[in-house]
């Protein structure tokens, strides 16, 4: 297709869009709304997938020591440790560190503090893991192999906490997954069978353009066009109201989030951004497409 | 010397001739779609005659057309039409008229035969090279088709625009063209807002804005009072006066004997008088 071919193509594209700016409006706010029922489940994601890299950051193991454990078992214990594939790095806490940190920590409490006779905190061990052990099943299995060496007292890791919040990611995405689908199907369905209305009404122009010696693609391209301007519209409608949406919830988030642990939310990077728009032009042609076949079987000879 | 000289001369004309021959008008046959597709000896030699511009524009050898196996539209019709030539088609209702243009502008194959159009077979043109050669008809319908939600002015620069033309020259050409029918007050209306006779003009000029080789007219003037048929017939005498092929199909034997011109009649599929 040559300029003039480029030209014509872009001028009917408009020209049909701008001709029924009714229908066009109403399909983009059609579209707009599913767009960003889908941006907010993916900002959703997004934002719980950082959490979790975050939490898993903190995921330590904590191996607290016997009392009457002799330095040279210490050191053994030491040498197990940094030869575990899951491990990155140990720091030892001794008694007294612990206890000092203890009662930093509960300055505030003098009552406590005062019933309390000597130091009853064991030494103990934080292992801080490689990324890839920082979940469930890992962290189980490395307590398990840890607490039956000699000189271990106890292990903890926060087990539960940390499945309740896997499950619920999975869980968060599988939903994402299912609704971004059928969302994904309902924008090829709305943009589809919008432009199937307008290319059933416009049957006699496509004739027009037949006879007149117009190319299958002149007759087939302002159609896929549309579709994508259409989706391209939308797509960037829905990321433009979605980004004024998180940025007048942020202030509130950014206060009451670092309280529940979680870091302050984060809105698409502009790689997302730039797939967004482009998923809204693919779902777009994509509606249009099933609708050209006929188009240019019957039509474009 | 002079042997390889004159031996030189055929060989590099029919050379040229060869490429100017597209390959579909000899491409193999399609037993589903025709069945006597071979071009014969005759066939040839009219395709290459035609490139080299002879009288004819439009020859047909044994055209059929059927629907099913009970229904033939068109029987066994061979015959040409010249350049620059005003034919009426006539014959009455459901004599095979409409079936005969719609071939003509490959809106469909014939099942049998073979039709050459200025140099081109078209009973085996290929979709690609369709606008191709409609770019060289001018179309008329007796209901005409319009861009419903354009401009009296944007329908009859639509054929200039598929076209490629540069936007100044398809103003200049559709503002001459509107005047030449006489509509230039009525450029900004739409298709609805105009009489049936306006209407008309407005389809006749969308056709030959872009001065086509043949003007093909299905009862153009069918659904027309005497006067705006009388000047849409007279738009046509004025164009084919300028060197345009006019094929004129109408049931009205009347128009074709009062006009003296070449009248072709059809009866039950076959040409009865020509």
Redesign the interface.
């Known amino acids: 297709m040559g300029l003039t071919g480029l030209h014509f193509v872009m001028s009917e594209t408009l020209g049909n869009l701008l001709r029924r700016k009714g229908e066009t409006f109403w399909i983009i706010i059609a579209v707009t709304v599913s767009m960003m029922i889908l941006g907010a489940f993916g900002l959703l994601l997004t934002n719980l997938q950082r959490s979790l890299g975050n939490v898993g950051e903190q995921v330590r193991v904590v191996v607290f020591l016997r009392d009457d454990l002799t330095p040279s078992q210490r050191s053994r214990l030491e040498e197990v440790f940094l030869h575990r594939p899951e491990v990155e790095k140990i720091r030892f806490v001794s008694k007294e560190e612990a206890y000092t940190e203890f009662t930093r920590s509960f300055s505030g409490n003098r009552e406590l503090l005062a019933g309390i006779e000597g130091n009853p905190l064991p030494a103990s061990y934080l292992l801080s893991l490689k990324e890839t052990f920082r979940h469930g099943p890992d962290l189980e299995r490395l307590s398990r192999n840890l607490s039956s060496l000699p000189g271990v007292e106890d292990l903890e890791y926060g087990k539960k906490w940390l499945e309740r919040f896997e499950a619920i990611v999975t869980v968060v995405r599988i939903t994402g997954i299912v609704i971004g689908s059928l969302l994904g199907i309902s924008i090829i369905l709305i943009i589809g069978t919008s432009i199937q209305k307008s290319v059933v009404r416009r049957r006699e122009e496509f004739e027009v353009l037949q006879w007149v010696g117009a190319t299958r693609t002149m007759i087939r391209m302002p159609i896929l066009f549309e579709g994508a301007l259409l989706g391209g519209a939308s797509a960037a409608c829905a990321l433009a109201l979605l980004a004024c949406f998180f940025w007048t919830l942020q202030g509130h988030l950014n206060l009451n989030l670092p309280f529940a642990g979680l870091p302050p939310p984060v809105f698409f990077s502009r790689e997302i951004m730039g797939g967004g728009l482009a998923t809204g032009v693919g779902l777009g042609i994509l509606g249009s497409f099933f609708v050209t076949n006929p188009v240019s079987r019957n039509h474009g000879a | 010397m002079i042997f390889f000289g004159t031996s030189t001369v055929p060989f590099v004309l029919y050379s040229s001739m060869r490429n100017k021959v597209a390959k579909e008008d000899f491409l193999l046959p399609d037993p589903h779609e025709n069945d006597n597709f071979f071009p014969t000896l005759e066939v040839k030699r009219a395709l290459l005659r035609q490139k080299l511009n002879s009288p004819e524009i439009v020859q047909m050898f044994g055209v059929s057309k059927s629907y099913g196996p009970n229904f033939a539209a068109l029987k066994e019709i061979s015959m040409g039409i010249d350049r620059g030539d005003f034919v009426f088609l006539t014959g009455p209702s459901g004599s095979g008229k409409t079936t005969l243009l719609r071939l003509l502008?490959?809106?469909e194959q014939p099942t049998k035969g073979q039709i050459i159009v200025n140099g081109r077979n078209i009973s085996r043109l290929q979709?690609?090279s369709?606008?191709?050669?409609?770019?060289q008809l001018g179309?008329v319908f007796q209901q005409g088709?319009?861009?419903?939600?354009?401009t009296v002015f944007d329908?009859v620069a639509?054929?200039l625009?598929?076209?490629?033309?540069?936007n100044r020259v398809i103003k200049k050409k559709t503002w001459e063209t509107l005047q030449w029918i006489g509509l230039e007050d009525k450029k900004d209306a739409y298709p609805l807002h105009l009489s049936e006779g306006e209407r008309q003009k407005v389809t006749v000029a969308?056709a030959v804005i872009d001065s086509p080789l043949i003007l093909v007219a299905d009862e153009p003037t069918g659904n027309l009072d005497e006067n705006f048929a009388a000047e849409i017939y007279k738009l046509f005498e004025e164009l084919n006066r300028k060197g345009t092929t006019i094929l004129f199909a109408t049931h009205s034997r009347t128009l074709a004997d009062r006009s003296g011109k070449r009248t072709i009649v059809l009866r039950q599929g076959q040409v009865v008088e020509s």
């Open positions: 502008i490959a809106a979709s690609s369709m606008p191709d050669y409609r770019r179309i088709k319009f861009l419903a939600r354009r329908n639509v054929t625009r598929a076209r490629g033309v540069p969308r």
